[in-house]
Structure formats: structure tokens, C-alpha cells
């Protein structure tokens, strides 16, 4: 298989971890005969002070040209006081609008090795399974007006939540052939008791949900559903939502199981490329430390393996890998035990690409050899 993938790397840490997940997916390409093209672009503030726009013309039409996208992180102090419509951040929602990316799909994947660093106690976090869908390219991050104002003298500001039906259905459909393949449980999450959007998005998974009559549907309002999160974690399955309260619960649910650089994500388009990227930002404090967690950038990579190239074994060796790092007790900073020294972005990512080429076991279970 030769495949195309554009890397973004972004800011901050982005630029550590990502160079850290293409080495391990060219690792993964050696070990099974795969051919990875890399090209290189950028965006967020890097692309700022190199263009003067957070997403230039040539990286959305590299995206366009390639098999899948890698993204590392946008965003940092830096570019903070610049005005709202040429921050990093604008880029981040320019190239999900430009790429027609509709959902993010984050896996949350409790691991008993690192148990001891979730905020939950283990009997309420161990065992959590679950994976978050959210929409991505309406609701208040993209309606307009969105604008400072002034009315009757006084400073004001507006921003609108605009979805039409067509852009609920293609995302709660999603999440209910997602949940057909795990345990058949959706729980939609909405603010229904206040909000015409959230009783049309309700509505919407109630005529879905008839399409799919062996999946079980919960309504659930967002702010129990951020309790029930830390209450009963286990009872999830897959949790489907709008963009800002997806943005917000699938944070939040990332953290349960220790922190934001474990978990990965993937957006989803109907017809273009995937992006896929970790869920934490740029982590400017830490930038050029070498001491970013490389893990939730890593298993992106699995997601891609899987999901834009079809290549299951691949992406099951590459998360094998991981778990076995983490079984042996290595970590990085954030996942740190007190007292233990971590190791670098750099020996991290070398550990796992040295469980995934040089485990009899992994290549055994992959059916490498016999």
C-alpha cells in the first residue's frame, strides 16, 4: 500500500509529538511492507508569522491532494493578542469547514496500568469504555453573526447556534452504526429544556434511532451528563453531541483516565481525507522540552491506520505497542508516578517503536510470522 498523508505540525509541542507518530508509523510501514508518503505543511501560528494567515491557500489544497492529514497543535501566547479572525485557532476551524470534517471521534480507553493517575477512584473509572462523537462544523463556533456590538451604548457581543437538519443527521447516524459495532448504546447528550436546537437535535435521534432498532437510545441533558461522566463513567457506550458541548464532555472525559495526552481523535468527512490529531493543544509551558506525552498523537496514528486505510492488524500492533510500554511502566511526565523519572518525548516514542518491531509476542498476535 503506498498512501499519502499530509503532516501539519503545528505549534508548540505539535511539532514534538508529530515528529514522534510519523516515526512510528513509518515503523509500522517497514514492518508490514507499507509505503507512507509524508509532505509537510503548516498552519495555526506558525503559518502566521510565515504567510500572515493561520491556514494558507497551499496547506488546504495539500490536504485535498493527500490520503489522510496528520495534525499536531494549534495555538500559543504568542499570537494571543491578535484580532479573532487571524488567530491560530481560526485556522483549526477553517481547514474542518474547508475539508468538510462533520464529526470528531475521540475514543476514551481506560488503561489499568496508569489507573493511579485518574482523579476517579479505580472501582468507579476501571473497566470505562467509551468513545465521544461530536459535531464539528456548526453550532456557535460557526454561526453568524458572530461580532462585538454595540446596542443603545453599551458594549455588546452576539454569537449564534445555527444547525440545519441535514448537519444533526449525518453525525447522530454516525454515532448509531458506531454504537452497532460495540455495545448498542447511544446516549445523546442536548440542552433540550431551554434550546430549539437541542429539541430539534432530540427529535432528529428519535427518527434515526428507528433505523436502528437493536441500538439502544438515552436522551441525556449536558449538564447531568458532565456529572454522570465523573459519577458512572462505565455507563457510557458512545456519547453524541453538538460542537461546543462535545468540545467541552469529550475534555472532560479524556482526563478520567489520567490526562489529555493519552487520547486520540479522528475527524471524519464524507467525501475528503480524515484529520487526525490528539486531543490536547499546544502546551506552550512545555514546548521544546521534550517532554510531551507523544501517546495520544501515536494512537491517532492507529486511528488513521484503521480508519482511512483499512489496515486493522497495523493499527492493532501499533495500540498493542503501546499498552505494552505502559504495562512495563514507562511514562512520561503527565502520567508520572511521584518520585519516578520520566522519560522523554523522544525515549517514549523510541520505547514503542521498539516494542512494535521487536516483539516476538506483537508480531506473533499479528500474524507476522508464525
Same mark, same amino acid.
Given at each position: 500500500m503506498h498512501k499519502r498523508i499530509a503532516v501539519l505540525p503545528g505549534d508548540g509541542v505539535g511539532k514534538e509529538v508529530t515528529k514522534g507518530a510519523v516515526s512510528v508509523l513509518q515503523a509500522a510501514g517497514e514492518l508490514f511492507g507499507h509505503k507512507f508518503q509524508f509532505t509537510y505543511g503548516e498552519i495555526g501560528g506558525n503559518a502566521i508569522d510565515e504567510h500572515g494567515t493561520p491556514l494558507p491557500q497551499q496547506t488546504i489544497d495539500l490536504c485535498k491532494s493527500s490520503d489522510a492529514v496528520l495534525l499536531g497543535a494549534v495555538g500559543g501566547p504568542k499570537w494571543d493578542?491578535?484580532?479573532?479572525?487571524?488567530?491560530?485557532?481560526?485556522?483549526?476551524?477553517?481547514?474542518?469547514?474547508?475539508?468538510?470534517?462533520?464529526?470528531?471521534?475521540?475514543?476514551?480507553?481506560?488503561?489499568?496500568?496508569?489507573? *493511579?493517575?485518574?482523579?476517579?477512584?479505580?472501582?468507579?473509572?476501571?473497566?470505562a469504555d467509551m #468513545?465521544? !462523537?461530536? $459535531?464539528?462544523?456548526?453550532?456557535?463556533?460557526f454561526g453568524k453573526p458572530s461580532e462585538r456590538t454595540v446596542e443603545k451604548g453599551e458594549a455588546s457581543a452576539v454569537d449564534t447556534l445555527f444547525y440545519k437538519k441535514k448537519e444533526m443527521e449525518r453525525v447522530l447516524r454516525y454515532a448509531f452504526k458506531l454504537a452497532s459495532g460495540r455495545r448498542g448504546k447511544v446516549t445523546s447528550v442536548d440542552k433540550a429544556n431551554v434550546l430549539e436546537s437541542s429539541r430539534m437535535w432530540r427529535e432528529t435521534a428519535e427518527e434515526i434511532a428507528k433505523d436502528f432498532p437493536g441500538i439502544e437510545l438515552d436522551h441525556m441533558l449536558v *449538564?447531568?451528563?458532565?456529572?454522570?461522566?465523573?459519577?458512572?463513567?462505565?455507563?457510557?457506550? #458512545?456519547? !453524541?453531541? $453538538?460542537?461546543?458541548?462535545g468540545d467541552i464532555l469529550s475534555d472532560e472525559a479524556s482526563v478520567l483516565t489520567g490526562s489529555l495526552g493519552m487520547l486520540p481523535s479522528a475527524s471524519i468527512s464524507a467525501n475528503g481525507p480524515y484529520l487526525y490529531e490528539p486531543i490536547h493543544g499546544s502546551a506552550p509551558d512545555i514546548a521544546g522540552q521534550n517532554a510531551a506525552n507523544p501517546i495520544a498523537m501515536i494512537l491517532s496514528v492507529a486511528m488513521m491506520l484503521r480508519l482511512s486505510f483499512g489496515l486493522k492488524e497495523e493499527a492493532d500492533a501499533v495500540e498493542h505497542a503501546v499498552s505494552q510500554v505502559l504495562d512495563s511502566g514507562s511514562r512520561t511526565r503527565d502520567i508520572a508516578r511521584d518520585g519516578a523519572v520520566p522519560l522523554t518525548t523522544q525515549e517514549m516514542t523510541d520505547?514503542?517503536?521498539?516494542?512494535?518491531?521487536?516483539?516476538?509476542?506483537?508480531?506473533?498476535?499479528?500474524?507476522v510470522y508464525a
Open positions: 493578542r491578535l484580532p479573532g479572525h487571524i488567530r491560530p485557532e481560526k485556522g483549526l476551524l477553517k481547514i474542518r469547514k474547508d475539508l468538510g470534517l462533520y464529526a470528531n471521534i475521540r475514543p476514551v480507553h481506560y488503561y489499568s496500568s496508569i489507573s *493511579d493517575i485518574s482523579p476517579l477512584r479505580r472501582e468507579v473509572i476501571e473497566g #468513545v465521544v !462523537v461530536r $459535531e464539528l462544523t456548526g453550532g456557535l463556533y *449538564d447531568n451528563a458532565a456529572m454522570q461522566l465523573i459519577k458512572n463513567p462505565r455507563q457510557f457506550d #458512545v456519547m !453524541v453531541t $453538538e460542537n461546543m458541548f520505547e514503542i517503536k521498539a516494542a512494535l518491531l521487536d516483539n516476538e509476542a506483537i508480531m506473533n498476535i499479528m500474524g
